[in-house]
């Protein structure tokens, strides 16, 4: 029997899912493999029986985080979707800031207190709800992850994504690197898989797929020296995607791999 | 005499005309140096007005067209049980304005591919490539070639063109050269005072090099050999980023990754080989999740003993050729061999250059085609343990797989991957082979699902195995610790064979499991205990009430107290290991105790096993392919080995 | 007539985002008719908070999935106002590929997979596959794979564009590139055109429904307006104080919606396809005004279900003026331009461009360092949401004798004519941060 296939956004802008939109013909073998039963930005129907549901977006609600606990007691394999499921994208960046600040600058005193659509918390990854058994990283994921990723499963094994930076597949494009053209690139500490094509088409890599490694302070600071950027310039950088990855007291947090 | 290469002249703009008939050709397609943006690259020559022969160095070497950054390998049908083809088609190609010391790195990358198992992609691209080269016009801020030697070569090429500035010299290197000059440009016999220029030009190269090297490439082998534990390798890694880009534009680096990619319907898929480098962490990791080479420090210093002592030692060439590559491309800037080995260059040198070498004694066979599985039909299929499932398989072109005891498989499943597996029997007169198979990644998951004739794909076998013949008359102490007994098995099957127990004295067969549920083969182990003069003991770590074991606990090191040898059977007696990493240290110790001595140990080491003919480089402990010169080794040369038994 | 009937449609399919109907009929009268946003605010202004100049388009693209090009755009276009950054004619031509290729690409994911469906009597794309509309469907999935690969060209990628910065191009496609292009978009031309004739074979399904309303879009002179035009009004025409936009959209909270609703001369207007059209029908091009003819669209429109086939007779327009681009292009020659150079300085920047769904403002404030201090943006979807309340609710007692499932599919067919990209309308207020 084909793996019956379910489709879910919480908060994001719903890119990703426009990419498996995207695959065109391609939709067409990937009914052949899975079952999809429910996708609700294409097809009417749906049902609430799977076996893998692919996730989109960050909670940031109660109502959110009871319509996710749903949908992960309902499926065997979770799929975490794109940036904001993977690592909180962008809807992380307001969590530098306590959420009811936020919430009345940007609501002043319109009445919305006891209103549940506007009972928000700080931005959570899906992994921070649930357990997720995949990611397929990037804003937006690409399409050719998205198909390794279900063939893979549709084969019967686990996925692999690469756990080495952007830097190995620019090299392999051949790009001329940004840092020799003056631009600062955090494709060194980035994860790869998106065939660096950011930094490919002129435009820095911003850490969509997120952040690998804490890199070396020391060797950080010669290199913003190098290329005239401020520390705080390079954190905002980094926070774009990768917001909690940067704790503000200490700088960066997150623990190097292979390294006592 | 000596034989002085033919030299043509050309003027400028025939020289165009040479280019741009070529390109016209449609035999060929003309690569040659264009501009990218602020760089340089190798690309596809549309027009010979484009061309820029005055470059300094390229993004990229032209290794990319003898080792593409993604090449397909071939082609496999998922409809049917097994179908691949093999796909090596390229279409014939001038490379034009191939520097000097690019050159000399396409000469090394020859040794390690076109060696007794010649890699056929490689070799197929090697013989449909024409090399063009072109002395070097302007340095490159980071290269140190000058003090390499390798600003200018006399071989390699099959024309090499200098710019004596109103026209250009081409030096005929090979016959196919010859052809094409012949075929598609006008030239001209050189004369002496030609020959003279381009001798001078030669030597303004040199002086016009910066960089200078503090240690002629010749001791750099000296210098690493006496340094493997100095504070630098920490001190630089520090700010590595390990973002591999060192190796990925390196022209003599070559270790690639072998992938399988599937279509979306399910239908077909190609495998895939792309570069991979050893300083990304997972370089060295197993199904398992064991990573061999985890610390950065590690990663950072093996690049450069790979480059300036493991392969210097091996092939006899300093695998670097002063591009400068690395070094332009390392956003911290700890990448470049001159520096390191300047930084070394005021400390201690040894004579002692191939402590991280084992030479091989005997040699490879060439194996005939050594990338595209053999097709193979799973004969019997019995799950031993919840985790471990016990396989015989036989070759579908009903030959013997002719393998010796110690020696490991390439278990390919197209579309899902491939493993190295031991094999499990001795070789004997059966067709088939047994296989022993520890569920932990993809492809020994799969294989766990599989029946009775389905069929597998086989590539190998590889490895040396057991140096038998040594073993001969003499007394043998096996001891197998836990998933360790799969591969001894096919030691103690060939030894216990009737035509072969003869030559060999007392046998004294060790084994000790996790619990006893863990324990493989034990009807057969009663079996091993009927042969004459053969002992087995078997103890298990702990045990339950509920599992009913009747026989020894305790960990494997207290069964060596009950073996009794004298001096004259200690200095007999071969002892064999094999077992989990943990194992070794203790079991080591207890035969020291018994008194047999280092080199009468024989162990077999497990690494990241992919290419199984030392080319992918995963597998390397320091200086040695495991996949070549082991996976059985004598404890004695490799006891030294740091990365052995870390 | 005395029926009871209860509708909750929660997460209406085939639109981008969340959005719910409601309709409570008591003994035949309407207690409560209301088009519902529950999309979880995103609070992007939270996200621009203190960011340099260079950043803003990246983290804007990302408020919709669909009009990414169009948010990027929008976002250059105020930034570059605030900072008094001028473009090049190739910029300026690039950057209405790069909205044509958007246009095109929304117009007929929507027309397409959204909408032709109910024209069909089907329930999603999925079972067109294989049947007698299957030519059809890969008629769509041509032009949507054309409309694609353009955008990939011009913006490195379709959605959340990657060459698009402050001051022109990261990365500009080459002449090979866009005369390929060219003879695809040729090719495309005659493949609309045969669409537009499938669709007028079904084109009474649509149902015939009129009311007047107010229509706002950006006008100009030049060109059929996407890139830059003045605001303009079907009620009181041209509108040339661009940064005073308020003083056209008038954004105000509902409780019922996270989405903010907007209003002018009237209780509501519409913006998008159909505005469009009825502003500018004269300055489309030849081959989109003789699909406006087929299908019997005629200015002024009231009927808010033909916005769909307002959204098909751009899409034609859409590939007549991208070659006229490309070849404007080829003429004056490609030129590896860099971005014009930035002085970063204080200042305030609004722009306005026509995305698919409708007018989009960004109006940014930067401080002296180049960082954003203030920032606003209206959403076109917003701008429809009341216009999609009064529309309900003078459609419903028309058709509250059909069964539940046609007043649903009714009320459906209506929210999709809008093509709303609810997620893209949620949480847009004015915010100044200090």
Redesign the interface.
């Known amino acids: 029997m084909k793996p019956r296939v379910a489709f879910f956004d919480?908060?994001?802008?719903?890119?990703?899912?426009?990419?498996i939109?995207?695959l065109?013909?391609e939709i067409?073998d990937l009914?052949e493999i899975v079952d999809?039963v429910s996708?609700?930005?294409?097809?009417?129907?749906?049902s609430d029986e799977y076996d893998i549901a692919i996730v989109e977006g960050s909670i940031?609600?109660p109502m959110?985080e009871h319509r996710l606990r749903k949908i992960r007691s309902r499926a065997k394999t979770l799929i975490a979707l794109g940036a904001c499921a993977t690592i909180g994208?962008?809807?992380k960046?307001?969590n530098q800031?306590p959420t009811e600040e936020?919430i009345k600058?940007?609501?002043?005193d319109?009445?919305?207190k006891d209103?549940e659509?506007?009972n928000?918390y700080p931005t959570k990854a899906v992994n921070e709800v649930v357990p997720v058994d995949y990611y397929i990283h990037g804003?937006?994921i690409t399409r050719d992850e998205f198909k390794k990723v279900i063939t893979a499963l549709a084969l019967g094994k686990k996925p692999e994504i690469p756990n080495y930076p952007v830097c190995v597949e620019c090299k392999k494009n051949e790009n001329v690197c940004l840092f020799e053209l003056g631009k600062f690139c955090l494709g060194p500490i980035t994860r790869a898989g998106c065939g660096a094509?950011?930094p490919s088409?002129?435009?820095p890599c911003?850490g969509c797929r997120g952040i690998l490694s804490k890199p070396d302070v020391e060797c950080v600071m010669e290199l913003l020296e190098r290329y005239d950027l401020t520390y705080e310039?390079m954190k905002?950088?980094c926070m774009?995607y990768n917001t909690e990855s940067f704790n503000p007291k200490d700088g960066m947090t997150i623990v190097r791999r292979g390294r006592k | 005499m000596k034989k002085t290469k033919d030299i043509r002249i050309i003027t400028k703009n025939e020289f165009k005309n040479f280019v741009n008939n070529m390109i016209k050709d449609e035999y060929y397609n003309v690569i040659g140096v264009k501009e990218k943006g602020i760089k340089y690259v190798f690309d596809s020559l549309e027009n010979a007005d484009d061309l820029r022969l005055d470059y300094d160095v390229t993004i990229l070497p032209p290794k990319k067209y003898f080792l593409p950054q993604y090449e397909k390998m071939m082609d496999f049908n998922l409809r049917e049980s097994f179908n691949v083809k093999k796909d090596n088609s390229i279409k014939p190609m001038i490379l034009l304005g191939v520097h000097p010391y690019d050159i000399i790195a396409i000469q090394q990358t020859d040794k390690l591919y076109l060696d007794a198992q010649k890699d056929d992609f490689y070799k197929k691209r090697r013989d449909n490539i024409i090399i063009i080269g072109v002395d070097i016009q302007k340095i490159s801020p980071k290269s140190f070639a000058g003090s390499m030697k390798t600003h200018v070569t006399d071989f390699g090429f099959d024309l090499m063109i200098t710019n004596l500035e109103d026209k250009y010299a081409i030096t005929i290197g090979s016959e196919k050269g010859r052809t094409l000059l012949e075929k598609h440009g006008k030239t001209k016999s050189a004369d002496s005072t030609d020959v003279k220029k381009i001798r001078e030009i030669r030597k303004k190269i040199l002086s016009q090099y910066t960089r200078e090297l503090k240690v002629p490439k010749e001791e750099w082998s000296n210098v690493l050999a006496a340094n493997y534990n100095h504070p630098i390798w920490e001190k630089r890694s520090q700010k590595c980023m390990e973002c591999s880009s060192c190796t990925m534009v390196c022209p003599t680096c070559y270790c690639y990754d072998v992938v399988d990619d599937v279509s979306l319907d399910l239908k077909e898929g190609s495998r895939i080989r792309t570069w991979d480098g050893c300083l990304i962490r997972d370089f060295t990791k197993i199904g398992s999740g064991e990573v061999f080479r985890d610390d950065i420090s590690k990663r950072y210093r093996h690049r450069f003993y790979r480059k300036g002592n493991y392969l210097p030692e091996r092939y006899g060439f300093v695998a670097c050729v002063g591009c400068g590559r690395c070094g332009t491309a390392c956003l911290p800037n700890i990448a470049d061999p001159c520096d390191v080995i300047n930084d070394l260059s005021h400390f201690e040198r040894s004579e002692d250059t191939s402590r991280f070498f084992i030479k091989q004694k005997s040699k490879v066979d060439e194996k005939g085609v050594i990338h595209v599985p053999r097709s193979a039909t799973i004969k019997r299929a019995e799950k031993l343990t919840e985790n471990e499932m016990f396989f015989e398989i036989e070759l579908d072109d009903h030959k013997k797989l002719g393998h010796k005891p110690g020696q490991f498989v390439e278990v390919s499943i197209f579309g899902v991957g491939e493993a190295p597996i031991s094999v499990s029997s001795g070789s004997s007169s059966k067709l088939s082979f047994d296989l022993v198979v520890r569920r932990v990644g993809n492809v020994t998951s799969r294989l766990f699902k599989m029946k009775p004739g389905d069929k597998i794909g086989i590539r190998g076998p590889f490895g040396n195995g057991f140096d038998v013949k040594n073993f001969e008359k003499k007394h043998l102490l096996l001891s197998s610790g836990g998933l360790g007994i799969a591969p001894m098995r096919s030691l103690i099957q060939y030894v216990l064979d009737p035509n072969n127990r003869k030559k060999y004295k007392d046998i004294t067969i060790l084994y000790g499991a996790k619990q006893p549920n863990a324990l493989l083969f034990l009807d057969e182990v009663k079996e091993w205990s009927k042969v004459h003069n053969v002992k087995c003991e078997i103890t298990v770590d702990e045990c339950a009430e509920s599992d009913c074991w009747t026989g020894c606990t305790g960990l494997i090191t207290t069964l060596y107290p009950k073996i009794k040898l004298d001096r004259y059977d200690s200095e007999n007696t071969i002892a064999v290991i094999i077992g989990p990493p943990v194992v070794y240290k203790y079991i080591i110790k207890c035969l020291e105790t018994l008194g047999i001595q280092d080199g009468n140990i024989y162990v077999s080491l497990e690494r990241r096993m992919k290419c199984g003919v030392g080319k992918c480089g995963h597998c390397q402990i320091n200086g040695v392919y495991v996949c070549k010169e082991g996976p059985v080794f004598n404890y004695n040369q490799i006891k030294d080995l740091p990365e052995a038994f870390e | 007539m005395n029926k009871d009937i209860e509708i909750g449609i929660e997460?209406v399919?085939?639109?981008?985002?969340h959005g719910n109907i409601v309709l409570n009929v008591k003994k035949g009268k309407i207690e409560k008719v209301q088009w519902q946003i529950?999309?979880?605010?995103?609070?992007f202004?939270?996200?621009l908070?203190?960011?340099?100049y260079y950043?803003l388009r990246?983290?804007t693209s990302?408020?919709?999935?669909?009009c990414?090009i169009g948010h990027s755009l929008a976002s250059l276009k105020a930034t570059e106002d605030a900072l008094n950054v001028s473009i090049s004619e190739q910029t300026g031509i690039l950057r209405r590929l790069a909205i044509n290729g958007e246009n095109m690409q929304s117009h007929i994911?929507h027309v397409g997979?959204?909408a032709l469906p109910d024209l069909l009597d089907v329930?999603?794309?999925?079972p067109l596959?294989g049947s007698k509309h299957n030519d059809s469907l890969l008629k769509v999935?041509k032009l949507?794979?054309l409309s694609?690969e353009m955008s990939d060209l011009i913006c490195?990628?379709?959605?959340?564009p990657?060459?698009l910065?402050v001051g022109g191009f990261?990365?500009i496609p080459s002449k090979k590139q866009l005369l390929k292009l060219k003879k695809n978009l040729e090719e495309g031309l005659e493949t609309v055109k045969q669409l537009a004739q499938v669709i007028h074979s079904v084109i009474d399904k649509l149902p015939n429904f009129k009311r007047e309303t107010e229509y706002i879009g950006l006008t100009s002179k030049k060109e059929y307006a996407f890139y830059d035009g003045d605001i303009a009004s079907t009620d009181t025409g041209i509108f040339q104080k661009y940064k005073d936009y308020k003083e056209i959209m008038k954004e105000y909270?509902v409780?019922q919606s996270?989405a903010l609703h907007a209003k002018h001369n009237r209780d509501s207007y519409m913006v998008g396809a159909l505005a469009r059209y009825n502003l500018n029908s004269e300055q489309l091009h030849k081959e989109a005004k003789n699909t406006a003819d087929l299908l019997n669209l005629k200015p002024i429109c009231y009927n808010p279900y033909m916005n769909n086939i307002a959204q098909l007779v751009e899409f034609v327009h859409n590939i007549e003026d991208s070659i006229i681009q490309i070849d404007k292009l080829i003429k004056n020659g490609i030129k590896d331009e860099k971005p014009a150079d930035v002085k970063i300085k204080q200042g305030r920047g609004v722009g306005i461009i026509e995305v698919p769904r409708g007018i989009l403002v960004h109006d940014y404030t930067l401080n002296e360092k180049g960082k954003c201090t203030k920032a606003n943006c209206i959403i076109p979807t917003n701008q429809n949401h009341a216009n999609i309340q009064k529309d309900m609710e003078a459609l419903v007692p028309g058709i509250l004798n059909e069964t539940k499932e046609k007043i649903e599919l009714t009320l459906e067919m209506l929210v999709r004519a809008y093509d709303p990209c609810i997620?893209?309308s949620t949480?847009y207020?004015n915010?100044?941060?200090v």
Not at chain 3, 62 to 66: P, T
């Open positions: 919480f908060s994001s802008c719903e890119g990703c899912q426009l990419q939109a995207d065109e013909e067409l009914i999809v996708f609700r930005e294409v097809m009417k129907e749906h940031m609600r959110d994208g962008v809807n960046i307001r800031w936020v600058e940007v609501y002043k319109a009445d919305i209103n659509f506007f928000v804003c937006p094509i950011c088409k002129g435009s911003d310039e905002s950088r774009m | 997460h399919t085939r639109v981008e985002g529950s999309e979880a605010p995103r609070f202004e939270a996200m908070r203190g960011r340099n950043e990246t983290i990302r408020i919709c999935g669909i990414s994911l997979y959204l329930k999603s794309v999925f596959v999935v949507h794979r694609n490195g990628r379709t959605t959340h990657i060459t910065v990261s990365s909270f409780p996270t997620s893209c949480h207020l915010v100044k941060f």
